[in-house]
């Protein structure tokens, strides 16, 4: 194959690569949501992403002690009820380590 051919077709890779990728970032994190949290000792870390230009949602990202990531309904009572708790028990400690 000459090396004119071989420049095209990499040229070509590269501009399908970033279009896909310029794409891909307009999108949320969380395509599924679960309605659901299966068991709260399981839950290893939350991390809550506020909503962006890019994602106008608030996303909420659980990850168990298997390293398995699933998204949860922020709406829910249970998830909300999780959060103020994880929220009160943060700035409680906070508070106690400033003392």
Do not use: W
Not at 66 to 94: E, F, H
């Amino acid at each position: 194959m000459s090396s004119i051919i071989k420049v095209f077709l990499l040229l070509a890779v590269v501009v399908c690569l970033s279009s896909a990728q310029r794409h891909k970032s307009g999108q949320c994190l969380c395509q599924r949501i679960r309605d659901r949290i299966v068991s709260k000792s399981d839950i290893k870390d939350i991390q809550i992403y506020q909503a962006t230009t890019f994602c106008n949602k608030v996303e909420i990202v659980v990850t168990n002690n298997s390293g398995l990531r699933y998204c949860l309904n922020p709406n829910l009572d249970a998830v909300k009820k999780i959060m103020a708790s994880i929220i009160s028990s943060s700035s409680s400690s906070s508070s106690t380590a400033r003392n």
